[in-house]
């Protein structure tokens, strides 16, 4: 009987585990390892896109991929999982339930927007956090074209100064003036409780983003956090009030829930703390990837951040390491020593910087043609074809 691989979730890292595992199989010419995904839908969405227009087209199909690589795959979602007899409960779309056995476990279930006990936050903000949601606010988006020229209608508050608050705020001066016209006076306010816009990065950094706000008109209230959101705007802690019809969330993921079915210790982002081959302390069958794994990158402190850049060779790793679990083969330890961001700023361009130090190495147009290679090529699928694929998921090959 074949081994089974279990990997729930189908997002970067669980499409990649699940490739890098059937590389293993295949470089070791075995057939005992059956590989097996686990998500509401064959496709992958990107994520890390949807702060652009035209979300819906941000979604790769994997039903291809998957057949050429012998890769199952079941549709429905994980509700719970069982680590003392190796089980896992699912729903299919029809709300019939099914129990899945497995010899290992991945568990790439990604993360969720982090919605802490705001009055009106459920109610009335938007977020990009799902494919969903990030339809929804585009959706509204076009609908206050139909509306009549207020302040409110024209403005727009971003409550949460990270990397996502920053991507999309810079973008929406342009998706406005696409819909309410050249000549709208709009506003574009970002809500961060530090004291600096993009205090979590570097000096040179944090320089960048300053500038290209204030090319583009987009307003920092620093300093200050949410009181309350209605209907027709926001109230800050600090007193003030701004009147707006969109109200947009982006303060702090966390892992998916599933993490907490899973008795070990997580991190303050509900993240399953794993040694360095991505396993689980104490549950040596269950691997934790992506954004459900807090792992070190490196020799010197550095963890793996909640991004797309770590998930894809996490999952790389995860799916070498169960695999090579069951196969009687060295695991690999997880090591991702560059690191680099990519910072999209809507009209004005972009940022690249290289190292943990983040080194500001290009800006505006030249860094806009990195940002736009990585997100639109360097992330996606591979195409369906076995030795692409394979020589992609290698997770010792270099990726950034």
């Known amino acids: 009987m074949k081994k089974h691989l279990l990997i729930l979730g189908s997002g970067f890292s669980g499409m990649w585990a699940a490739i890098s595992a059937a590389r293993l ?58 680590t003392k007899t190796k089980t896992v409960l699912w729903r299919d779309k029809h709300g019939k339930t099914t129990v899945t056995d497995y010899d290992r476990l991945v568990l790439a279930t990604g993360s969720q927007a982090k919605r802490p006990p705001i009055a009106g936050l459920a109610e009335f903000a938007f977020d990009i956090d799902q494919l969903e949601s990030a339809q929804v606010l585009e959706k509204h988006l076009d609908a206050l074209s139909m509306q009549p020229s207020t302040p409110a209608r024209n403005t727009v508050v971003v409550c949460g100064g990270g990397f996502t608050g920053i991507e999309l705020a810079t973008e929406l001066p342009a998706r406005l003036r696409a819909r309410f016209g050249e000549n709208t006076e709009t506003k574009v306010i970002v809500v961060e409780r530090g004291a600096v816009a993009g205090g979590r990065y570097s000096d040179a950094l944090r320089e960048v983003i300053t500038d290209a706000s204030e090319a583009l008109g987009v307003e920092w209230r620093l300093n200050t956090e949410i009181e309350a959101i209605d209907a027709d705007g926001v109230t800050l802690k600090s007193g003030e009030r701004i009147s707006s019809s969109t109200v947009i969330w982006t303060a702090g993921v966390q892992a998916h829930p599933l993490t907490q079915q899973i008795d070990a210790e997580r991190d303050g982002q509900a993240r399953l703390r794993v040694n360095e081959t991505l396993q689980v302390p104490g549950i040596p069958e269950v691997y ?35 695999a090579a679990s069951l196969l009687n083969v060295e695991p690999y330890p997880y090591r991702q020593v560059n690191y680099v961001t990519c910072l999209d700023l809507g009209g004005w361009g972009a940022v690249y910087t290289e190292g943990w130090d983040q080194q500001v190495k290009s800006v505006r147009q030249e860094a806009k043609k990195i940002k736009i290679a990585i997100t639109n090529e360097l992330i996606y699928p591979p195409v369906a074809d076995r030795e692409i694929a394979f020589a992609a998921a290698d997770p010792l090959a270099k990726f950034v």
Request: charged residues 20%; contains cysteine; proline residues 4%.
């Open 25 to 82: 199989a295949a470089l070791q010419n075995s057939d005992e390892l059956g590989i097996t995904v686990l998500s509401p839908a064959p496709e992958l969405r990107v994520r890390p896109r949807f702060y652009e227009e035209n979300v819906s087209g941000l979604v790769a199909p994997l039903t291809d991929l998957f057949a050429e690589l012998n890769i199952g795959y079941l549709e429905g979602g994980a509700e719970h999982i069982d």
């Open 288 to 322: 934790a990837t992506g954004d459900t794994a807090h792992a070190r990158t490196d020799e010197v402190g550095n963890t793996a951040l909640m991004t797309c850049q770590h998930a894809i060779q996490l999952g790389k790793f995860a799916g070498h390491n169960a």
